[in-house]
Structures are given as C-alpha cells and as structure tokens.
C-alpha cells in the first residue's frame, strides 16, 4: 500500500557510488534491521538506477549520500518492493525514522519538507485502502444474505464517499504545493490497479495547474518535461471533446471557392473526414448520403477528402452522386486537417450544433437516422 508513482516497470539496477562528489546527505535510522544493507535509488521514466548504498554504523542509522543538480525523485529500501518515496534537493540534508517490519508505511521524515508531503499522502492512500479493504470485505460476506440490494446500495454510497474524502485530500495538497515535485506524484496516485485519483477529462485543470507551475521551476527535469508533453497532448485531445467549438477549417470545394465551416452556423453539421481511397469512409459516406434530403432543410454536410489527385476526388463525387458541401487541399496526409483533429484513420465524422459546438464524435448513419426520428432536426 504505496503511492504508485508515474514510473511503471522498473527494474532496480544495483550499482555502487562512483567517487566521493555528493551535495545531499539522507540518515535513515531503522529499528530491526540488524546489519542488512540499505540502498538509495534514483527515478526516472525508463528506470531505477542505485546511487549509493550503506551499512548501519555502531549506532544503527545509515548514512546515504548522493549528487543532484535539481530536485529528484529517489527511493531508499531494504528490500525492493518495500520502499521510501523521497523528494532530494541540492544540499538536502535529512532523517527518515523507521521500521524493519513496517519500512515503507510507518516512517517519519524529518528536514524536508517534500519529502513530507509525501510521506502525508502515503499514510493517507493507507488508511483510505484500508477503508477500502473493509468494505470490500464486508460486501463479499455479505453476498447471498437476503439483504443484499440493501447492504451493496449502502456500500456503494460509501464506496463513493471513501474515495471522494481521498479526492478532495489530494487536490488540496496540489493546490497548497503547486511547486512541489510532490504534486506531480499526487497525479499519478491510484486506489487500486485500474483506480487512478484524478481523471484527465475532468481533472485536466489540476495537470495544468502541476505543469505550469512545475515547468518554468524545473524546465530540463524529465519527468517534467513529460508531464509538459502530455499536458500538451490532453489539451489537444480535450479541445476536440464534446462541448468545444469545433476547430474552424477553410478549403476549396471542386469550384476553387473557399468554404469555411464557420459559414454553416446555424445549422447543424456533420463534418466527414474521408477519401476515395478508403472503402470504408466510402461505405459509410454512401450512408449518409441516403439520409441527405430528408434532414438537408436543418443538417449541412462538410466533406473533407484526403485525396491527393484531383481527378479522383472529383469522380467519386460524380459516380456516386454525393450530395453536400465537398472540400479538399488535395494534400493527402499532410494536410494542416491531421493534426487540427487528430486524424489517424478513415473515417472520422464529427456532428457539430447550430452554434459551431462539437455535440459528438465517430457519429454513424444509424445515429443520424435515430436523431431524425426523435425530432431533433
């Protein structure tokens, strides 16, 4: 029971302290160790790699030293799946008080202040598991017992409840330590394998706030420098949601005029990315093309091709009678459309509101056809 960091997968590369240069020292006293060694371990994205490692002097506390050029993410540990999340920076010097038996949760950091943050959300993310693991528990005594609609609605609501209590915790320590490393690691906390704190729809604010805060601190740091590219591709993704407003295009139709999509507000529209070298954005193409004069009064069509040749786009069109607005750059996949809505395969269709709001994304015929009925056009 452990804040589980960003870095997946590592592997813990045992290796000895080259030289004597060191700008940060860590005293680890642990009761019960006996004379086992202790180690000090460097994250980062691709892996773990030891800095330094130790045997107890006379007085049972172990001296761990190292060199940092910026604020790091470290580890100490006796054994590789139990260990200490630590934050160092340039001329830390600090204590972490703890047990053999119980190394990686009843611990207490003295002298850094980031490290102590996470040392806070540690012994919360434990106490909230162990909320977790109590309900868990009694929902699976529970099953078979006449009241069992009752007791899982009641262990729901709670469920709900534990999980909200360590969301809220959470945010507040982003909110409070914007600048700290330890935010970064907040981020990434789960409940559970599949049961992240913070989701990135709706919590892509809190990304934000950690990346622009953290970037211009630590602008060369790598795991900052990944979290800035993801902030970066979220805020691409997000703005193609729906409930944005649809990223304006302005191309040539077949007669070298300039259509925009902005022109079609007022009306509802459904942007299709497809070309005549795909089967598939053909097949359902023809699909929409059966339902345009039932809803063309209230629903324009913005056909968008990936062609490269002009004759080809163009005799598609003519053979099989498509109906609607039809641009093109003839630019194929480098065309600026790829990346304004991230374009990866064929088709992708859009539906967008009389306002110029994305309603919905990967829309069918059938969703069309279902709209239609229900009167929405």
């Given amino acids: 029971m452990r804040i589980t960091c960003f870095i997946s997968g590592i592997m813990l590369l045992v290796c000895s302290c080259s030289g004597h240069r060191h700008n940060f020292e860590v005293e680890v006293d642990v009761q019960g160790a006996g004379n086992q060694m202790i180690y000090l371990a460097r994250r980062t994205l691709s892996g773990t790699t030891v800095v330094d490692s130790a045997m107890p002097d006379k007085s049972g506390s172990y001296k761990l030293e190292g060199f940092t050029g910026q604020p790091d993410f470290y580890i100490t540990y006796l054994q590789p799946r139990q260990y200490i ?29 980031d490290s102590r943050l996470i040392q806070k959300m540690v012994n919360k993310q434990t106490r909230t598991l162990e909320k977790i693991t109590a309900i868990s528990t009694e929902f699976e ?31 507040s320590l982003i909110e409070e330590n914007p600048g700290s490393l330890a935010s970064l690691m907040a981020l990434y906390q789960q409940l559970g394998r599949n049961t992240p704190v913070f989701d990135y729809r709706k919590d892509f604010r809190y990304y934000e706030m950690v990346d622009s805060n953290l970037t211009p601190l630590y602008p060369n740091a790598e795991a900052i420098i990944d979290l800035n590219h993801k902030v970066t591709e979220l805020r691409d993704i997000l703005r193609l949601e729906a409930g ?41 193409l023809m699909k929409f093309n059966t339902l345009y004069l039932k809803i063309a009064e209230s629903v324009e069509y913005y056909q968008v091709s990936l062609d490269r040749t002009r004759d080809s786009w163009l005799k598609v069109q003519t053979d099989r009678k498509l109906k609607g607005i039809h641009v093109s750059d003839l630019k194929y996949w480098d065309s600026p459309v790829i990346s304004l809505y991230h374009i990866e395969q064929l088709p992708v269709v859009y539906l967008i509101d009389r306002q110029g709001t994305i309603m919905g994304r990967n829309v069918t015929a059938d969703d069309l056809r279902k709209m239609m009925e229900e009167g929405r056009f």
Wanted: charged share 25%.
């Fill in 85 to 113: 999340n630590l934050i160092i920076h340039p001329g830390d010097a600090f204590t972490v008080r703890t047990d053999a038996a119980a190394f990686d949760i009843n611990y207490l950091v003295e002298g850094s202040k």
């Fill in 141 to 171: 005594n529970s099953m078979g017992s006449k009241d069992f609609d009752k007791i899982k609605a009641r262990i729901d609501k709670t469920y709900e409840q534990i999980v909200a209590e360590h969301r809220e915790f959470s945010i």
């Fill in 244 to 284: 944005s407003p649809a990223p304006d295009l302005a191309l040539p139709d077949p007669q070298n005029q300039i259509i925009s999509l902005s022109s079609l507000k007022g009306k509802y529209v459904l942007l299709v990315f497809w070309a005549s070298w795909s089967s598939q954005s053909l097949a359902e």
